[in-house]
Each structure stands twice: as structure tokens, then as C-alpha cells.
């Protein structure tokens, strides 16, 4: 069974069956001894690009925002370590669309929508995220560089994911702390279908 560890802010990683590490928009929190197969940037801010946080395995892939998104509205797939991900779109005033992606990741039979840092979407208004029948998603809500925990949960409603989960709910400005991981009023604002609260060094049976 493949398991997903939440460390916090908007950082994760996932243990797939077969033992591959993937860590997703490496920063904060714990559990970065675990040598990454795969390592995944949804965009260049300083939260959540830190690459080298963790040792790389051997033929360790590391792919970024640009390399799913080469030229502005142009979006690359790519299949690693048993891994598909298909980019989607991620915007806000503070994330331009060219600049940033989501990323759905099909793995172990599961889909796992990783929002990045983003607001209410062409891809999730449109239905195109829905039409995916995915398992699980993550949405941010810290209400200032990303959009709210009321919107986030109209937008986990717009996509429709079996379960869906609250990250990334306190502005990052500096170094993480204890307290700039989580934000346990903003999650339990968050309202979804399936719902789950992860709290950081939580590990979740996907």
C-alpha cells in the first residue's frame, strides 16, 4: 500500500509499493532522511523547491515547474519511477500561470492531485480535474499568498476528489517553524467531501 507523509506547509512525500520515495515541493517539517527516487517543484518559490533537503538515490529525477510547462500554456506529461504526471494549471495574483503547474500523479492504481500554490482554475471550473475521478487532492488556504479556506473548499467541490486535504495554511516568509507548518483553525475550516486533516509527521495509508 502506498503512503503519503505529510511534513508540512506544502510539503510531502509519498512511499509508493515498491519502496519509491517521491517528495513533492520539498521545505519544511521532518522525514527528509529517505533518499528520493523522484523529487517534484510545482514552482520556484523558496518554500517549496529545496531539492537538496534529502540524499538523491541513485538516477534520482528531479522536474520542475519548467520542465512540465517549457513554453507558457504548453504542458508536458512525463512517466518516472512508475509515476504519470500530467501537469494542470496553477494560478493567483501571486503565482503567475506560466510560472506554476499542478501536478496529478498516477501511481499503485491511485490519483493524487498536488494543487501547488493556486486559486480557483480554468482546469477546475471547467470540469477537466473532475472528469480525472481522482482519489485524493491537497488544496492551499492560508488566505494571502494563496486563495482562502472558503475558496479552497468551493474548489475541492469543482474537483471532486474522493478525499481532499487542507496544506499550506500559513504565509511563509522566513524559515519554518513549529508554528508556520499548520494551522489547525484554517483546517478544520476547510470543508470537503471525504475530508482529511494531516497534521505534519502524519502519515496517511493511501
Known amino acids: 500500500m502506498a503512503k503519503m507523509l505529510y511534513q508540512g506547509h506544502g ?3 509519498f512511499t509508493l509499493e ?4 517521491v517528495y513533492v515541493d520539498p521545505f519544511a ?5 529517505v533518499p528520493a527516487s523522484l523529487v517534484l517543484v510545482t514552482h520556484e518559490h523558496f518554500d517549496h523547491n529545496q531539492v537538496d533537503r534529502m540524499p538523491h538515490a541513485p538516477g534520482c529525477r528531479v522536474l ?4 512540465f510547462q517549457p513554453a507558457p500554456g504548453e504542458y508536458r506529461t512525463f512517466d518516472v519511477c512508475g509515476v504519470h504526471i500530467q ?5 493567483n495574483e501571486n503565482h503567475p500561470v506560466d510560472e506554476c ?15 501547488g500554490d493556486t486559486s480557483t482554475t480554468d482546469d477546475m471550473r471547467s ?18 499568498y494563496n486563495m482562502s479556506v472558503e475558496e479552497a473548499s468551493a474548489c475541492a467541490a469543482l474537483v471532486g476528489a474522493r478525499h481532499s486535504m487542507p496544506v499550506h495554511l500559513v504565509p511563509m516568509s522566513g524559515e519554518p517553524t513549529p508554528e508556520t507548518l499548520f494551522d489547525e483553525g484554517k483546517a478544520q475550516a476547510f470543508h470537503a467531501e471525504g475530508r482529511i486533516i494531516l497534521h505534519p509527521g ?3 495509508d493511501l
Open 202 to 204: 502524519q502519515e496517511l
Open 18 to 21: 515498491d519502496g519509491t520515495l
Open 64 to 67: 520542475r515547474a519548467a520542465d
Open 87 to 91: 501537469p494542470v494549471q496553477a494560478c
Open 29 to 33: 517539517g521532518e522525514g527528509y532522511d
Open 127 to 144: 470540469g477537466k480535474l473532475a472528469a480525472m475521478a481522482l482519489d485524493y487532492a491537497v488544496f492551499p488556504g492560508d488566505g494571502f
Open 101 to 115: 503547474v499542478g501536478l496529478v500523479l498516477s501511481f499503485d492504481g491511485l490519483r493524487f492531485y498536488a494543487s
Open 11 to 13: 510539503s510531502y512525500r
